[in-house]
């Protein structure tokens, strides 16, 4: 069975980092059609407006969405989520990123293998080289590409089932800072990244 994949790139009002993830997109290769959709934030800026219409993508469908509203962080992060319901399995790519060529071959192997595994709630392109107590994160060669992680970094690859469980969470939830590290706990409260991390913790 073929794996779907939409990747969803969000902006509001930063023309030039948005520029530099979209030539860093236009180098991706991959043997399979990816359909692409640029979210732009309240009304967005004239800059970004068009710098996001002029793109071209070169690998399946483009579409420009401007919200009228203002959605902020933590509702844009639901919204991308939410898409879900209509792609299945969504990349979702913040505007201040620069992504390897190789994103979507390594994100079409990824999905299929952990698309049933229940102690995954998603997947993340990102390396991090430090802990968030600002330690060396080194990973020990092991012969596999993959580690496991109590945190959504960045290019997060969400799945549609998974998606619909951490929804559910948020039905009941309420924040338990004891069930955080100490520097996630003094993070902003527009963080949405937070309440993910409380959600892998809490339901393992």
């Known amino acids: 069975m073929k794996t779907s994949l939409t990747i969803i790139v969000t902006a509001f009002n930063r023309p030039k980092i948005l520029n530099t993830l979209l030539e860093s997109l236009s180098m991706i290769k991959a043997r399979s059609n990816v359909d692409l959709i640029i979210s732009i934030d309240n009304q967005g800026t004239t800059d970004v407006c068009n710098l996001a219409n002029s793109y071209a993508w070169h690998l399946g469908k483009e579409k420009v969405i401007i919200h009228k509203e203002k959605l902020g962080l933590i509702k844009h992060f639901i919204w991308v989520g939410d898409q879900t319901q209509e792609y299945e399995h969504v990349l979702f790519l913040e505007d201040d990123l620069f992504v390897s060529p190789e994103i979507i071959e390594y994100a079409l192997q990824v999905i299929p293998v952990y698309e049933d595994d ?57 924040v338990k800072p004891e069930l955080l590290p100490p520097s996630i706990r003094s993070w902003n409260s527009e963080s949405v990244k937070q309440v993910f991390i409380q959600y892998l913790v809490e339901t393992g």
């Open 118 to 174: 229940d102690r995954v709630a998603g997947c993340c392109l990102y390396n991090p080289h430090f802990t968030l107590s600002w330690m060396p994160f080194d990973k020990i060669e092991d012969g596999y590409d993959n580690f496991f992680f109590q945190h959504p970094y960045w290019g997060n690859i969400w799945y549609r089932r998974k998606w619909i469980q951490f929804k559910e969470y948020l039905k009941s939830y309420s």
